[in-house]
């Protein structure tokens, strides 16, 4: 007999010979073979050696039997010989890189004697055609049951194979590459495909009304499992190997679609609730994006108290498929008049907390104010909101006491989002905090680069790009808190960032 690693084989009632040891117990009527489609999945404690386990050994499929005349309890599995010779021996298998076969498990729904393989075991994981007798045992209550497995070549066919489709599309019909075939059973193949989103090998389900050699499902949004199952008459079952179809979702961009932009603005940070690692681009040469970070850096500004507009796309691609999604961004030139005038912005220790003060000297239909935190001030989180003036010539103060800041050699990041009555908004500068020295006045990330440096600041200063040599390769004076840097046009090797007398190695790769 041959089967597939995936296959199901229904096999003659007729076929199984019992006989009583001891108690006068019947053995229990063997029904089927099952190799993955969802059913059954569990068998107990009922596992392999740890060195098997460490070997390769997995659960390819399972002997099921009748819950009618089946004992419902657990039986151990003694011996267990082929053809008449001993196979397995307790755990033991007297012939080495071959089936494990575990302990009947009557409490299942089938019951079950589970078997194990690696995937370079004889006929793929599957017991080969023999005269199986299993010896069980409960207590002092001992059978044995022998299972013939020969006498037929019956197969499942093949259908066509894995497929990689966007979220939401439809993929190829299934096909039919060998139709079912072979003898040792009764009647003409017929067919139901099933499908599963769990694994390839469980939680599969028939699709109703899929009953042909091909199959066309409709769109779907989440990876998918598909596999043909071939019945020959009552007495004979075969699945094919699995199909996967990989859903890859782009997802959706946020945040919102526009910002404010002058030179002292931290520039934002888009991200995508699709797949992680996907690429980054932009449609406006003047508006950078990172291909990986997704930070938007500003490097052609629109004129002052206008816009300038970019499509921000994130794309992930495998198996040949890309997936895209795009978003519109608005970028206004505020032309340095600000709807918030910052006059201050820090933190300072306050007992085993730490308070965040920021103070305006001006404000034009501000909303409110939201403080956000960072341990390493790429990820924020938004701590609080405090309600603004709305409408201010003269110094407003405010401060936001955190509870609960990180202790020990982790700095501790704030920065305040102001938020106008529009929507528009802006940033105020990072402080920082190591709860027991200052704050870092310089920070460069990421490092190694290969595109866009950030470079945060404390306070304004002139930044000096050096290469190895000491030679210079970039000056200018930058604003306190973050700011991006393109690195993309030097070349490999390392560099030195210098701020006053503070000189930072840096690695473009």
């Not at 006498?151 to 079912?180: H, K, L, Y």
């Not at 690692?277 to 406006?284: K, L, R």
């Not at 595109?451 to 930044?463: F, K, P, Q, R």
Request: some cysteine.
């Amino acid at each position: 007999m041959t089967f597939s690693k995936k296959s199901v084989a229904i096999l003659s009632i007729a076929s199984l010979l019992c006989s009583s040891l001891s108690f006068s117990q019947s053995c229990p009527i063997f029904d089927r073979r099952n190799n993955g489609n969802g059913q059954a999945n569990t068998c107990g404690t009922s596992t392999p050696p740890s060195a098997l386990v460490s070997a390769g050994y997995d659960k390819t499929g399972e002997f099921q039997f009748v819950r009618s005349t089946s004992p419902n309890a657990v039986y151990t599995r003694n011996k267990v010989w082929q053809n008449g010779v001993l196979y397995q021996d307790g755990a033991n298998l007297v012939t080495p890189n071959t089936i494990w076969f575990g302990d009947y498990i009557g409490t299942n729904n089938p019951p079950q004697i589970c078997f194990y393989a690696t995937n370079t075991a004889g006929n793929n994981g599957v017991p080969p055609a023999a005269n199986w007798t299993f010896e069980l045992q409960s207590g002092t209550t001992t059978f044995t049951c022998t299972i013939n497995t020969a006498g037929t070549t019956f197969n499942a066919g093949t259908i066509s194979g894995d497929q990689t489709i966007c979220s939401g599309s439809t993929p190829a019909p299934f096909t039919s590459t060998a139709a079912a075939s072979g003898s040792g059973c009764s009647g003409s193949p017929t067919y139901q495909w099933q499908r599963s989103t769990v694994s390839s090998t469980s939680g599969y389900a028939n699709i109703a009304g899929a009953n042909q050699a091909t199959y066309s499902a409709g769109a779907l949004t989440q990876t998918t499992y598909f596999q043909r199952v071939a019945n020959c008459g009552a007495d004979l079952s075969l699945s094919s190997l699995p199909i996967t179809v990989t859903v890859l979702n782009a997802g959706t961009i946020s945040p919102s679609t526009g910002f404010n932009w002058n030179a002292s603005t931290t520039s934002p940070t888009f991200t995508s609730s699709g797949n992680s690692g996907g690429t980054w681009s932009s449609s406006n040469p003047g508006i950078s994006i990172g291909a990986s970070s997704g930070v938007v850096s500003v490097l052609t500004p629109p004129a002052s108290g206008t816009s300038t507009t970019t499509t921000i796309s994130y794309s992930v691609a495998a198996g040949g498929t890309t997936c895209t999604t795009t978003r519109l961004v608005t970028i206004t030139n505020t032309g340095g008049v600000l709807p918030v005038t910052w006059s201050e912005v820090a933190a300072q220790k306050s007992g085993n907390m730490v308070l965040v003060k920021w103070s305006t000297a001006t404000e034009i239909n501000t909303k409110d104010f939201i403080i956000e935190y960072s341990n390493n001030t790429q990820q924020w989180q938004q701590l609080s909101t405090v309600m603004a003036a709305g409408n201010s010539t003269t110094i407003k103060n405010y401060s936001y006491l955190h509870q609960t800041p990180l202790k020990g050699n982790t700095y501790n990041y704030y920065r305040i989002l102001q938020r106008d009555i529009d929507d528009k908004f802006s940033y105020s500068k990072i402080v920082s905090i190591l709860f027991n020295e200052p704050g870092a006045d310089v920070i460069v990330y990421p490092n190694p680069a290969s595109e866009i440096i950030t470079i945060y600041l404390a306070d304004a200063n002139e930044v000096r790009l050096l290469n190895a040599g000491g030679a210079l390769v970039w000056k200018g004076v930058l604003a306190a808190g973050n700011n991006q840097l393109p690195v993309n046009n030097l070349s490999k090797g390392i560099y030195f960032v210098v701020v006053n007398n503070k000189s930072i190695r840096l690695f473009i790769d």
